[in-house]
Nanobody, 118 residues
Framework: QVQLVESGGGLVQPGGSLRLDCVAS????????????MGWYRQAPGNQRDLVAR???????NYADSVKGRFTISRDNAKKTLYLQMNSLRYEDTAVYYC????????WGQGTQVTVSS
């Protein structure tokens, strides 16, 4: 059983920055973190949970158009940790942010709240 714990959210003004961390722990049962495409997802109230950034085991990245050029996803396989650097934050980035494999093979963590407000 794999546990995902997200952290780093908070209240930030428009134009500000935050870095989110996601630490994976537990028993990976042969599907090693280092071999898994991972992603950051977000869910705003009343909306579905959407993928905003994805990273392959080798570091190739993809981004939703809404965050491209502002967010950077990265990973440290040795630490089983996923990161999301968020710059130039906008009101519409307000959401709960989650991490997971891109095929959603792991149970969801509790997420971390990001609120962009002046």
């Amino acid at each position: 059983q794999v546990q995902l714990v997200e952290s780093g959210g908070g209240l930030v003004q428009p134009g500000g920055s935050l870095r989110l961390d996601c630490v994976a722990s537990g028993t990976f049962s042969g599907t090693f973190f280092s071999m898994t495409n991972m992603g950051w997802y977000r869910q705003a109230p009343g909306n579905q949970r959407d993928l905003v950034a994805r990273i392959s085991p080798g570091g190739s990245t993809n981004y939703a158009d809404s965050v491209k050029g502002r967010f950077t996803i990265s990973r440290d396989n040795a630490k089983k940790t996923l990161y999301l650097q968020m710059n130039s934050l906008r009101y519409e980035d307000t959401a709960v942010y989650y991490c997971n494999a891109d095929d959603l093979r792991y149970s969801w963590g509790q997420g971390t709240q990001v609120t962009v407000s002046s």
